[in-house]
């Protein structure tokens, strides 16, 4: 599976865009972008996914470059419940190993502050 | 549409004891996931069943962890005999058949070994 880069921390002001980066210069060609988020104590949250095109939801946008090597997870009016961490993931192709596993690295610690 | 369900939500053992965690995915998916939490870190897919098929099991220590999933519906995962790095958040996921599509997780089931 290609790996991802995320900062390890990002501060948001209630109200304003959150926008989340993520890099996976190693991405295939068949491989999907994959965002979830994990609430304090929670279980994990599936937010959004793309392949090529950008993506939205009722609670996300999902950015992804043209050469798909990296994206951006927007959430347009961040609230104080958006406070989470923040997880990027490629997910593996069909027919490997790997057949739809999810490989969850550090995240990004969102914190939005009043 | 009720969720994914786990219990017990908190453990405490000795080491060298047994625990057994159970999960009940979410009615007509076919695929469920095991996954292991160590505090401040992402999770860690442990073993991935299609209906009651092993998909992936390769990150599971077989010495000590087994599961099941009779009948392709709920699941249970042991530990036998327990060790003190098996404190951990232990997450049950489920995802309809495909691989496509998100993963919905439960709370998880919190283990101390003492």
């Known amino acids: 599976d290609a790996k991802t880069t995320q900062p390890t921390s990002m501060d948001c002001a209630e109200g304003r865009a959150a926008n989340l980066p993520c890099n996976h210069s190693?991405?295939?060609?068949?491989?999907?972008v994959y965002w979830y988020r994990q609430i304090h104590s929670q279980g994990p949250q599936y937010i959004i996914h793309g392949l090529k095109n950008n993506e939205t939801n009722e609670m996300a946008s999902l950015i992804i470059t043209e050469d798909r090597k990296s994206s951006t997870l927007i959430l347009p009016h961040a609230t104080l419940r958006d406070t989470a961490v923040y997880y990027c993931i490629v997910r593996g192709s069909a027919g490997g190993t790997s057949y739809g596993k999810l490989t969850f690295g550090q995240g990004t610690i969102l914190t939005v502050h009043p | 549409e009720a969720g994914v369900a786990q219990s017990p939500r908190y453990k405490i053992i000795e080491k060298r004891q047994s625990v057994a965690f159970w999960c009940n995915p979410i009615?007509?998916?076919?695929?469920l996931y095991w996954y292991q939490q160590i505090l401040g870190q992402g999770p860690k897919l442990l073993i991935q069943?299609?209906?009651?098929?092993?998909?992936?099991d390769s990150q599971l220590p077989k010495d000590r962890f087994s599961a099941e999933r009779l009948k392709g519906v709920d699941s249970t995962l042991k530990i036998q005999p327990a060790k003190l790095e098996d404190s951990a958040v232990y997450l049950c996921?489920?995802?309809?058949?495909?691989?496509?599509?998100?993963?919905?997780f439960g709370p998880g089931t919190r283990l101390t070994v003492l």
């Open positions: 009615s007509g998916h076919a695929t």
């Open positions: 996921a489920s995802s309809p058949l495909g691989l496509v599509g998100g993963q919905f």
């Open positions: 190693t991405i295939s060609g068949n491989e999907y």
């Open positions: 069943f299609q209906n009651n098929g092993v998909v992936d």
